[in-house]
């Protein structure tokens, strides 16, 4: 038996009505969805940290949740997963026709693939970009759907020509934080550091960057200084209490200059 089919035989098993897991048999495609965001985080993790164990781990773990979903939609008469692996094999095979179709023996460059790939998937999503896409529409984590609705606004022409009336947005936004903040406004407050950070995903798609990887790349730089921060702290016998910021701060400052 291959290992996709006994995997497969697993998950029915976890699910069967009367001998099954008690937890799998409660779950819904919505109770596990923030298990599959909290896998894919994990993945990116691995592959960060190229650790060639924990990558293949993560990407079982990460299988197993995209069995887990094609098996509730199967016990509901939806779709199963094969379903799922023929329509992304025919996607793949429809978005290459360079390497499956007619054209295979062209040379094509990089440019002409991704106005190919656009092209064809375009084609593909015709009737949902003529529209906005409404709540519950939009997948991935909230950066990556703050992008795309900015971008499907910029395909309307509800976008700025050029960087500059971003950063300006952003001044904007911060000092009506700060006002907010003034006045103790906890609803207001948190309007408004939505805002800012809507601004900052914009400001990163005009420069051409990820947030959602540049906002892990920091979380990983404060790691890395933090760590620093602490192992000073503690050569120098000083506990790590609010009364040694001043403290903290000098060696977070010299972490800048030596651990990056």
């Avoid at 509901?76 to 360079?98: C, E, N, S, W, Y």
């Avoid at 900052?200 to 933090?226: D, P, W």
């Amino acid at each position: 038996m291959r290992p996709i089919d006994k995997l497969l035989e697993v998950m029915q098993d976890l699910r069967h009505p009367e001998q099954g897991c008690p937890w799998d048999l409660r779950q819904t495609s919505a109770s596990i969805a923030p298990h599959t965001l909290d896998e894919t985080h994990e993945l990116l993790d691995a592959i960060e940290r190229d650790d060639t164990e924990n990558l293949k781990e993560e990407l079982g773990d990460l299988l197993f949740n995209i069995v887990f979903h094609a098996r509730i939609a199967e016990e509901q008469g939806q779709f199963d997963f094969d379903d799922v692996a023929r329509g992304i094999t025919d996607k793949m095979l429809r978005r290459h026709p360079h390497v499956f179709g007619e054209a295979r023996e062209r040379e094509v460059s990089d440019s002409e693939l991704s106005r190919q790939w656009q092209a064809l998937k375009q084609a593909e999503k015709k009737d949902r970009e003529a529209r906005m896409p409404e709540s519950g529409e939009a997948a991935g984590s909230t950066l990556f759907r703050a992008r795309e609705l900015q971008k499907q606004a910029a395909k309307f022409g509800f976008d700025w020509p050029d960087i500059s009336p971003v950063f300006d947005k952003l001044e904007e936004e911060l000092g009506e934080l700060r006002q907010a903040y003034a006045a103790g406004d906890t609803a207001a407050i948190s309007d408004e550091v939505g805002d800012l950070i809507f601004v900052c995903v914009n400001i990163a798609r005009h420069a051409g960057v990820n947030a959602e990887m540049s906002l892990r790349g920091t979380n990983r730089k404060f790691q890395r200084r933090f760590a620093y921060v602490r192992e000073r702290m503690a050569e120098a016998g000083v506990e790590m209490r609010q009364e040694q910021l001043e403290l903290m701060e000098k060696f977070w400052q010299e972490a800048k200059g030596r651990v990056g």
